[in-house]
């Protein structure tokens, strides 16, 4: 079992930042690849950005150039850095893990861009 935690969701102005942090406990070691999907309202849930436990990144093409996904392994964080924000980037934000036997997801973080 794996838990995440999400956290740093809020409002912030059109061209500003956020920083989303995802805390994970339990069978760490299982994990193969963490990532961000985001859903916003009456749209399907999509994948931002995602990293390898080898250190491969992907991101949408969305988001490319102004999301750098991250993560400090001795602090078993994750993280999503949000710059030059769009109105567009509104929506919650999921942290994602991936292990051979199952997927977890963590509660939600709300980001709103406003203009």
């Known amino acids: 079992q794996v838990q995440l935690v999400e956290s740093g969701g809020g409002l912030v102005q059109a061209g500003g930042s956020l920083r989303l942090s995802c805390a994970a406990s339990?069978?760490?070691?299982?994990?193969?690849?963490m990532g961000w999907f985001r859903q916003a309202s009456g749209k399907e849930r999509e994948l931002v950005a995602i990293?390898?436990?080898?250190?491969?990144?992907n991101y949408a093409d969305s988001v490319k150039g102004r999301f750098t996904i991250s993560s400090d392994n001795a602090k078993n964080t994750g993280y999503l850095q949000m710059n030059s924000l769009k109105l567009e980037d509104t929506a919650i934000y999921y942290c994602?893990?991936?292990?051979?036997?199952?997927?977890?997801w963590g509660q939600g973080t709300q980001v709103t861009v406003s203009s």
């Open positions: 339990g069978s760490l070691f299982r994990i193969n690849a």
């Open positions: 990293i390898t436990s080898g250190g491969n990144r």
């Open positions: 994602y893990a991936h292990t051979m036997g199952a997927d977890y």
